[in-house]
C-alpha cells in the first residue's frame, strides 16, 4: 500500500464526471492530504471505487496532467506533481567563479542617470490622472509606429517592465489552466510567468529564422489562447525573425485573429537586427511589449505596451494610481535620457560593443572546433557535442560559471546540447581562453561517458 492509497483510504477521491474527480483530487492536494510524489489509484482502481466507466477516471487523470497537479510515469502510476523551481536569471551569489551566465548588460555601458535627475521637478501628479505621461507617450507613439506603422487600433499604455506587461496581459486574457504559447527554448522570465500564474506552456520551436510555421500551427490546433513571439534577439539563442518567416506565421495566425499575440521586443534600441513583426493588419488581439531596461539598465524597470484599443483598455485598468501604477517621475526620467543625444550615442555604442564581443567569441570558439554563430543580444547559443550539463561541471573545474541549455527547455531535444554564455565584458585573452577550457571540458566528456 503506497502512502497515497493510505491517505486515500481515510479521506477518498469523490465524483461522477472527469470533472468532479479532478477537482476532488486538487482538493486533496490543496488540504496537504495528498503532497507532491504521492501515488493515486491505478485508473481501473479508482473507477470500481467510483462506480464510473474507466474513461471517466482516463480523462481525469487528463485533466489533470494538463493543469499540471499530477505527472504520468508509465509503469511508475499516476503522481502528484512535484514542482520544480524555473531557473532565474542574474548573477549567482557568492559565487568565485567567472561567471558567464548571468545574461545581464555591461553597467559600465548602462548611461549615467545623474544629469537627467536634475530636469524632474515639476507639477505633482494625482489620483485619477492618466497612467501614461503625456511625454513618454509622445516619444513612445512615435518610436512604435517607426516600425510598427499606422494603425486605427493602436494604443499605448506603460507598466512596470516586460514581465509586469506579460502578468497583466495573461491576467486578463487568460484563465487558470489555458494554454499559452512560449518558444522553445524559452526566455526564463516568460516561462516562469505563465507557471506562476498557473498557465500551461505549449512548445513551439525556434530555429536560425526565429519561432517555426509548423510549431505554431501545432500550438493553435492545440488550443493555445496566446502566444508569445520574440522579434529579434530571442533568448536565449539570438535568433531573429526574417522577413519571409514572419509573412508565412502572419499568414497563419490570419485564421486566428482572436488568439492574443503578443511581441516581446526586449532588445529593441540595442538590437542589430530590424524589428519585424507576425502581428497582421486584421488581427484583433495583439501587443507589442517594448523595454528601456536593456539599454537603460535594469532599475529603470518600465516598459510600453502598444495594443489594440480594447486590449490596451483592459491593461490600464489593472493600473492605477496607487501601488500598481507606474511613477510619472520614472516616466519622465526615461523621456529624458531617451531624448539626449549623448545618451542615444552611448547606447549606439553599447549596442556596437555587444555585437563586436559575441562576434569575437565566437571566432575564437570556432577556432578550436566548436561551431558557433554569432547571433543578436547580451549572449552567446553555443552548440555542443556532448552534454551540456556534464560540461558546465567540468568548466567550473576550470574557474567558470555557465549555463546550460537545459534551463531554457520546454519540449525541445537540442538545448541540452547547448550553452548559453555572457562573454561581452571577457577581454580577447579570457575569451579565447574560455572557448579553449570549453574545448577541454567537451573532451573530457566524451572520454569519460
Given at each position: 500500500m503506497t502512502i497515497g492509497d493510505t491517505r486515500l483510504t481515510l479521506e477518498p477521491i469523490g465524483g461522477e464526471t472527469a470533472a468532479e474527480i479532478a477537482e476532488s483530487v486538487r482538493a486533496l492536494i490543496d488540504r496537504g492530504t495528498l503532497t507532491p510524489g504521492d501515488i493515486l489509484p491505478p485508473v481501473r482502481s479508482l473507477a470500481e471505487q467510483l462506480g464510473v466507466n474507466r474513461n471517466t477516471v482516463v480523462a481525469a487523470y487528463r485533466l489533470l496532467n494538463q493543469a499540471g497537479a499530477v505527472e504520468t510515469r508509465g509503469r511508475g502510476g499516476t503522481r502528484v506533481a512535484i514542482r520544480a523551481a524555473v531557473p532565474l536569471e542574474g548573477y549567482a551569489p557568492d559565487s568565485v567563479l567567472r561567471d558567464v551566465a548571468n545574461g545581464n548588460p555591461d553597467p559600465a555601458l548602462i548611461p549615467d542617470l545623474s544629469p537627467a535627475l536634475a530636469t524632474l521637478a515639476g507639477r505633482p501628479v494625482l489620483y485619477g490622472e492618466p497612467t501614461i505621461d503625456p511625454s513618454l507617450e509622445r516619444?513612445?507613439?512615435?518610436?512604435?509606429?517607426?516600425?510598427?506603422?499606422?494603425?486605427?487600433?493602436?494604443?499605448?499604455?506603460?507598466?512596470?517592465g516586460a514581465v509586469d506587461a506579460?502578468?497583466?496581459?495573461?491576467?486578463?486574457?487568460?484563465?487558470?489552466d489555458?494554454?499559452?504559447?512560449?518558444?522553445?527554448?524559452?526566455?526564463?522570465?516568460?516561462?516562469?510567468?505563465?507557471?506562476?500564474?498557473?498557465?500551461?506552456?505549449?512548445?513551439?520551436?525556434?530555429?536560425?529564422?526565429?519561432?517555426?510555421?509548423?510549431?505554431?500551427?501545432?500550438?493553435?490546433?492545440?488550443?493555445?489562447?496566446?502566444?508569445?513571439?520574440?522579434?529579434?534577439?530571442?533568448?536565449?539563442?539570438?535568433?531573429?525573425?526574417?522577413?519571409e518567416r514572419a509573412a508565412a506565421l502572419r499568414e497563419v495566425l490570419a485564421e486566428h485573429p482572436h488568439v492574443l499575440v503578443i511581441e516581446d521586443d526586449h532588445f529593441s534600441l540595442l538590437s542589430r537586427r530590424p524589428y519585424v513583426s507576425i502581428i497582421g493588419p486584421e488581427h484583433r488581439r495583439w501587443a507589442l511589449i517594448r523595454s528601456v531596461s536593456k539599454f537603460l539598465g535594469p532599475d529603470l524597470c518600465l516598459a510600453v505596451t502598444a495594443s489594440d484599443a480594447e486590449t490596451a483598455a483592459?491593461?490600464?485598468?489593472?493600473?492605477?494610481?496607487?501601488?500598481?501604477?507606474?511613477?510619472?517621475?520614472?516616466?519622465?526620467?526615461v523621456v529624458a535620457l531617451v531624448v539626449d543625444d549623448d545618451v542615444m550615442a552611448a547606447v549606439e555604442h553599447a549596442a556596437e560593443h555587444y555585437r563586436e564581443r559575441n562576434a569575437a567569441f565566437a571566432e575564437h570558439a570556432r577556432a578550436v572546433g566548436l561551431p558557433c554563430r554569432a547571433g543578436d543580444g547580451l549572449s552567446l547559443w553555443l552548440p555542443l557535442p556532448a552534454p551540456a550539463r556534464a560540461v558546465t561541471e567540468q568548466l567550473m573545474r576550470r574557474g567558470w560559471l555557465?549555463?546550460?541549455g537545459d534551463d531554457f527547455l520546454l519540449a525541445g531535444e537540442a538545448a541540452p546540447r547547448h550553452l548559453r554564455l555572457t562573454v561581452h565584458d571577457l577581454s580577447d585573452e579570457?575569451?579565447?581562453?574560455?572557448?579553449?577550457?570549453i574545448a577541454a571540458a567537451v573532451d573530457t566528456v566524451l572520454r569519460t561517458t
Open positions: 516619444w513612445a507613439h512615435a518610436w512604435i509606429t517607426r516600425d510598427l506603422g499606422t494603425r486605427d487600433d493602436l494604443r499605448l499604455t506603460v507598466t512596470g506579460l502578468e497583466r496581459l495573461f491576467a486578463d486574457a487568460l484563465a487558470r489555458d494554454l499559452v504559447g512560449l518558444e522553445d527554448p524559452c526566455f526564463l522570465s516568460a516561462l516562469r510567468t505563465v507557471r506562476v500564474g498557473g498557465y500551461r506552456p505549449h512548445a513551439i520551436p525556434v530555429d536560425d529564422e526565429g519561432m517555426t510555421v509548423v510549431g505554431l500551427r501545432a500550438a493553435l490546433a492545440a488550443g493555445v489562447r496566446a502566444i508569445v513571439c520574440t522579434p529579434r534577439a530571442h533568448n536565449p539563442t539570438g535568433a531573429s525573425l526574417t522577413p483592459r491593461l490600464a485598468e489593472r493600473l492605477s494610481p496607487g501601488s500598481t501604477w507606474v511613477s510619472h517621475l520614472l516616466q519622465r526620467l555557465a549555463r546550460p579570457d575569451a579565447a581562453r574560455l572557448a579553449a577550457d
